[in-house]
């Protein structure tokens, strides 16, 4: 089993950026594919990045190809997103999760989740 705590989030300008981290209190996470979502109010909870541990092969949704970094560290047990040239609509609640299997992006295929951290971009 996996438990995860996600730090990071905060408020910044629009096209400012942050960088979240998702550490394992509990478990490995080189076992398991780990997944960025968020959930804005009102909002199904989406897809935002994920990363492939074993092959370090990471994988985006449109919205944020190209500005969303995700990476890992053996060392620390940790996943980290960077997020650059963050949007108003990048606003929401940012949860990491994890996976035994494949590069899913569907919410159900997650077993593991973290308690979430709120990121806020004004506009």
């Known amino acids: 089993q996996v438990q995860l705590v996600e730090s990071g989030g905060g408020l910044v300008q629009a096209g400012g950026s942050l960088r979240l981290s998702c550490t394992a209190a509990?478990?490995?996470?080189?076992?398991?594919?780990m997944g960025w979502f968020r959930q804005a109010p009102g909002k199904e909870r989406e897809f935002v990045s994920g990363i492939v541990w074993k092959s370090d092969s990471t994988f985006y949704a449109d919205s944020v190809k190209g500005r969303f970094t995700a990476s890992r560290d053996g060392a620390k047990n940790t996943v980290y997103l960077q997020m650059n040239s963050l949007k108003p609509e990048d606003t929401a609640v940012y949860y990491c999760?994890?996976?035994?299997?494949?590069?899913?992006?569907?919410?159900?295929?997650?077993?593991?989740w973290g308690q979430g951290t709120q990121v806020t971009v004004s506009s």
């Open positions: 509990r478990g490995n996470l080189s076992d398991y594919t």
């Open positions: 999760a994890a996976n035994a299997g494949r590069a899913y992006r569907e919410v159900r295929y997650y077993d593991y």
